[in-house]
């Protein structure tokens, strides 16, 4: 025997996972949100497609592994609701805000231009072009939100054009 146990033998008081009908799944993806479905036991037993998004992008293997994913969803902004039939609890569903949680105008442009800058390695001219404004207004946005061209936080200095 190797010198771990699988998921099986650790779970091994768990009874078998449930999965949830193609229908179930299909209308979860109706939905305008991410939403996350877990056994009584915390397994997750679904995400839909914008779920699955958003867990992707908590990164570090969370989505194989699920490790406090439930934790992880209710820290990004996620709504639980327990899911219950009568008076047995089936489960849970984390809902997701919509989109990016919610942030304003200001937020989303930041993360725009943090993303553009990334993309370009800095290049401000390059920056500006794909997001369709002058250099000057890129330079204005950068000091507003605070930012360096290398789209850190702290002084625009060093910049290149």
Known sequence: MHGHMSAR????????????????????????????????????????????????????????????????????????RTLKQGSMELGEAVFLPEGDHGRTLAERERQAILDTLEVTHGKLAETARRLGISRTTLWRRLRAYGLRPDGQAGHVSGARA
């Open 9 to 80: 033998e650790k779970n091994s008081s768990l009874p078998p996972q449930p999965g949830i009908a193609a229908l179930g799944q299909a209308v979860l993806e109706t939905f305008g949100e991410g939403v996350v479905v877990f056994d009584p036991y915390g397994r997750m037993l679904y995400a839909n497609q914008r779920a699955r998004r958003v867990i992707e992008s908590l990164g570090d293997g969370a989505a194989h592994r699920g490790d406090h994913l439930r934790e992880r969803l209710m820290a990004f902004g996620g709504r639980a």
